[in-house]
């Protein structure tokens, strides 16, 4: 049996982990707490923890883990921005799951466009007061504007497919664009320029983090919509704030926000809410935020249990190969991929 602590447990997590544990001989203690350097003693006698999003697995988490003989730090998400993967080299393995379901991120991104230039989150609360008005509800078509898409991975393509259809065209900036796609790429300050919505769907690196600052507000359009279902400081929520103010941004869409951690996730309601930045975005009346829900359907959620799963039977059992464990070696797993380098550095 390989014991596994699982951290920041929320309701919808336990039914498909329990399944898919009981069918592997692995059992989980679902822990409320999130992973910090406080909880991580929370850990000790288990194989491997269970982290997603919001847990920290920094340098000083990974050293308690390592010396509580905690062998796996199993993700069950795909971004791994949170996890120091160069400071657990030769001290514990790390996996991910690289893709569960793009088409739910791709398709809450859409559906907060939708929702957005469409003013349909108006127009619901309307009518349940009875109120039928059309004023203030303007909105503008799709066909023919222009989206640019930074990050062309799995969940940026489904998003093109997605706009294609709307009749959208379609531009794209990539750091690692994918020959023979049929995407049409340019450079990101062209992107920005050209674009009437701009969507991200690119990981939160050193190079990506406030990749819309001041600076590129500036470039863009006025009026643009942008839309994050990435990773919050990918945006400079300080800068889009004032480009919303200066009547510059037309719409902003977040389903994520650079300081969310201790925030969504959780029923704040009745609470004071201290992050003055946030409270002012959301009373923005072109600001729609989703609390880090993209990821959120029945398909992906099995998906996720699959697969976080199947890595941690991977890890400990057979040869200790898993095709999703993270290169610690380089600290960068697409250049580790490319090279064709082991999956496992140690
Ligand atoms: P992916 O790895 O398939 O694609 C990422 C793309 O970004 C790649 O094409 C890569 O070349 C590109 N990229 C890397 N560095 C870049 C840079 N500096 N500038 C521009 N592009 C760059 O990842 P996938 O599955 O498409 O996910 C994208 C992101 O979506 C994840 O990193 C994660 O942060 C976020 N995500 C959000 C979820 C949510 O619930 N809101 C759920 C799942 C993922």
């Known amino acids: 049996m390989i014991r596994v602590a699982f951290y920041d447990t929320k309701?919808?997590?336990?039914?498909?982990?329990?399944?898919y544990g009981k069918e592997n001989d692995v059992e989980f203690r679902f822990l409320e707490t999130k992973l910090t350097e406080d909880t991580v003693e929370l850990a000790r006698g288990y194989d491997a923890v269970c982290v997603f999003v919001n847990d920290t697995v920094n340098a000083a988490v990974i050293d308690k883990l390592y010396e509580y003989g905690v062998k796996m730090v199993a993700l069950r998400c795909a971004g791994y921005n949170n996890v120091d993967i160069r400071h657990a080299f030769k001290k514990v393995h790390v996996a991910h799951v690289p893709a569960y379901s793009p088409y739910a991120v791709a398709e809450h991104t859409m559906a907060l466009l939708l929702t957005s230039i469409r003013r349909i989150h108006k127009a619901y609360n309307r009518t349940r007061d009875f109120n039928f008005s059309l004023n203030g509800l303007t909105g503008f078509d799709l066909h023919g504007k222009t989206v640019g898409v930074v990050g062309?991975?799995?969940?940026?393509?489904?998003?093109?497919d997605i706009c294609k259809g709307f009749g959208m065209n379609v531009i794209a900036y990539d750091k690692f664009p994918a020959a023979d796609s049929g995407i049409t790429y340019?450079?990101?300050?062209?992107?920005?320029?050209?674009?009437?919505?701009?969507?991200?769907?690119c990981p939160l690196t050193e190079e990506t983090k406030h990749m819309v600052n001041a600076a590129a507000i500036e470039r863009m359009k006025k009026g643009v919509v942008i839309l994050n279902t990435s990773r919050g400081a990918l945006i400079d929520a300080e800068a889009l704030l004032e480009g919303i103010k200066a009547r510059k941004v037309g719409a902003a869409c977040l389903d994520v926000y650079e300081e969310e951690a201790?925030?969504?996730?959780?029923?704040?309601?009745?609470?004071?809410?201290?992050?003055?930045l946030l409270s002012r975005?959301?009373?923005?009346?072109?600001?729609?935020?989703?609390?880090?829900?993209?990821?959120?359907t029945e398909e992906a959620l099995n998906n996720i249990a699959e697969t976080t799963v199947g890595n941690i039977v991977s890890c400990f059992k057979n040869d200790?190969?898993?095709?999703?464990?993270?290169?610690?070696?380089?600290?960068?797993?697409?250049?580790?991929r490319k090279n064709g380098r082991p999956h496992r550095c140690f």
Do not use: W
């Open 281 to 296: 975005l959301i009373t923005m009346p072109n600001v729609i935020v989703t609390s880090h829900q993209a990821f959120l």
């Open 11 to 19: 309701a919808y997590d336990q039914p498909s982990f329990i399944q």
């Open 262 to 276: 201790d925030i969504f996730f959780e029923d704040r309601s009745g609470h004071i809410m201290d992050d003055d």
């Open 320 to 336: 200790g190969i898993c095709d999703n464990e993270l290169c610690y070696r380089c600290g960068n797993v697409e250049h580790c």
């Open 186 to 201: 340019v450079p990101l300050d062209e992107l920005f320029e050209k674009s009437d919505v701009i969507s991200f769907h």
């Open 152 to 160: 062309t991975g799995k969940i940026g393509r489904v998003f093109i």
